[in-house]
């Protein structure tokens, strides 16, 4: 009888939170527990996956205001609960230059987290960069013992399956089996510093578990040998012919539904939506949303080959890749989408941020079919932040005016399908993430330390389902 209660008490509250929409009093807010006080350092969430899988714990990075990621030594978790914080991983003697660890996120299933760590080697001459990181997975019950994730071969020849640069902002799949991210490549950077042309271009790639892969060691130390296997899966180029669906940069990617989408001959195809800059007609650069649909084999060369690349040429994606632009704002009144571009969970709908017809930053939905955007939101100024999904595809959460908001997915009118969840703050809250089970929204607020000209950027979280 306990349990169907409080499984009753927790729709009816959700369905107030909903119902009430904007018409709310400052008791309906919901209260913030914050759950790190540590003045000492940040605690950074970085807009990943950062619960557990059973909801109990935070994953997050110590980075500082002035270093970034490079100068954060640790990745440490904390139980929302109980304020316990636990070191993961470790890097001991770091420095403001590297190597640095930052930017994690817990796989959805096992107990073990994925993050950025920079290259071992880093010194202030050859320090922390973009192009010199890799990912690295500790499980919560082995803390300080590493696993290199992707593999780094950046001396010629190049090895299939390795790549030659830096990942960033590692996310896994749903069922685990995949792991995507931004990318940028050390080759072209050093194509780029011999030419003066753009080839430093940040792209997408991924990785899953075919087969570890083992490259040469070089004298420097550079290269890596990973357990996962890796390729580039979309293609840019330095100067985009304007009017075409050519990109110069792919990045605010995620995974596209629970296990893919449903393709019109009903089968399930795995993706990564992204966000791909153009050339509009006139030349300017653009944002636009885009797809690429990735192939159960990411071995097989496609038809820009070679997988592993040249000395002047980026690693090419597999065969089968698909690479599609769903947006065509360009040569709109407010050409631009933005915000990390996130699917719900049954992947029929992908979540964007562009300016509607007043331009104000709204969300927009579509389809990772293409057709119409829906514009989701109607406020009147600017939406801080791309939107996260509920477990149930029903709603979304993001940050407008200051606040936390929750927003039903419906044709109902707008007035009645938003909520403020938190009191408007001076201080934006920031990094939304919501649990596996629903039940709670986690966030960052930077907090004064108390004597000093200094914040700390700390984690909170609301409790969808209670205010006490």
């Not at 004298?219 to 012919?241: C, F, I, K, L, Q």
């Amino acid at each position: 009888m306990g349990n169907r209660y409080k499984h009753m008490k927790h729709k009816l509250i959700i369905a107030g939170i909903l119902i009430l929409g904007s018409c709310f009093t400052p008791e309906s807010f919901l209260k913030e527990i914050q759950v790190t006080h540590d003045t000492s350092k940040h605690h950074d969430l970085d807009n990943n996956d950062n619960f557990s899988p059973d909801g109990k714990w935070l994953v997050y990075d110590t980075r500082t205001s002035t270093g970034g990621i490079g100068a954060s030594p640790s990745i440490e978790r904390v139980n929302i609960k109980t304020g316990e914080t636990e070191v993961l991983f470790e890097i001991q003697d770091n420095h403001d230059y590297g190597p640095g660890a930052g930017a994690a996120s817990y796989h959805p299933i096992e107990n073990k987290v994925i993050f950025i760590h920079g290259l071992p080697v880093c010194t202030e001459k050859n320090p922390y960069q973009q192009w010199r990181r890799t990912g690295v997975i500790v499980r919560d019950n082995q803390p300080n013992v590493p696993i290199n994730m992707d593999s780094r071969d950046v001396t010629f020849p190049y090895t299939p399956g390795a790549l030659r640069g830096g990942t960033h902002r590692h996310e896994w799949s749903r069922d685990g089996k995949w792991i995507g991210y931004t990318y940028n490549d050390a080759i072209m950077k050093k194509l780029e510093d011999s030419t003066g042309i753009k080839w430093n271009l940040r792209t997408i790639a991924v990785s899953n578990q075919q087969h570890p892969v083992a490259t040469d060691k070089d004298e420097a130390g550079e290269n890596v040998d990973g357990t996962w296997y890796s390729a580039v899966v979309v293609r840019v180029v330095p100067d985009p012919e304007p009017g075409s669906d050519e990109i110069s940069n792919a990045a605010s990617d995620s995974w596209i539904g629970t296990g893919g989408y449903n393709k019109t001959d009903g089968t399930m195809q795995v993706a990564r939506a992204f966000l791909g800059k153009v050339r509009d007609k006139d030349g300017q650069p653009v944002d636009e949303l885009f797809v690429v649909d990735i192939p159960d084999s990411i071995n097989i060369p496609g038809e820009f080959s070679p997988l592993e690349g040249t000395q002047s040429s980026f690693p090419m994606p597999p065969k089968g890749t698909v690479q599609r632009r769903l947006t065509f704002t360009a040569n709109t009144k407010y050409p631009g989408c933005g915000g990390v571009v996130r699917s719900s969970p049954d992947g029929s709908r992908i979540a964007y941020l562009s300016k509607d017809k007043n331009g104000i930053r709204q969300i927009f939905l579509i389809s990772p079919l293409g057709g119409d955007p829906i514009q989701i939101t109607v406020h009147n100024s600017d939406v801080q932040s791309a939107a996260r999904w509920s477990n149930e595809n029903k709603s979304i959460a993001y940050i407008w005016d200051n606040s936390i908001v929750i927003c039903e997915i419906s044709d109902r009118p707008f007035a009645k399908r938003y909520k403020r969840l938190t009191e408007r703050t001076d201080e934006v809250p920031s990094n939304l993430v919501w649990s596996n089970d629903g039940t709670t929204i986690a966030f960052n607020r930077l907090v004064p330390v108390e004597g000093k000209n200094d914040q700390k950027k700390q984690i909170f979280v609301i409790n969808l389902f209670s205010n006490e």
